[in-house]
């Protein structure tokens, strides 16, 4: 099943919210790594994005959500930008893979995922 137009604009903004949240942590881990000091501030300020991040990420148990979510930080960001890449070309939502479309339920967990849940497990599997 295909992405309609409106839920590819959801996605899309999810991933420019989630680069311009991983642009500031990376700044507030830069600011920390120079001994800069640290805005008291930030610890009273509940960002809804952060506990969204944290929620993928925690979600242990559900293979379709986690399999995906195991890359670090820099790693992260690329595919986020990729993602936002293919949403321009238009591939958005195809496994580069096998060339089927990604489930909803995959990309509402892990928007920026390039492969279906198939190919990414048998890529792990490989890798392991
Ligand atoms: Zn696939």
Do not use: W
Not at 20 to 47: A, G, I, M
């Amino acid at each position: 099943m295909r992405l309609n137009t409106q839920e590819v604009k959801n996605l899309q903004l999810r991933l420019q919210k989630m680069v311009s949240h991983n642009r500031q942590l990376q700044s507030e881990l830069d600011r920390e790594l120079t001994h800069e000091t640290v805005d008291s501030s930030r610890e009273t300020t509940v960002d809804p994005l952060s506990s969204e991040i944290n929620d993928l990420r925690g979600h242990q148990g559900d293979d379709e959500v986690t399999l995906g979510s195991l890359r670090i930080e820099q790693d992260m960001d690329r595919e986020i930008q990729s993602a936002l890449d293919r949403i321009e070309q238009g591939t958005y939502g195809i496994c580069e893979h096998c060339s089927k479309p990604i489930s909803k339920r995959r990309l509402n967990a892990l928007p920026y995922a390039r492969r279906c849940l198939h190919c990414e497990a048998a890529e792990n599997f490989v890798r392991a």
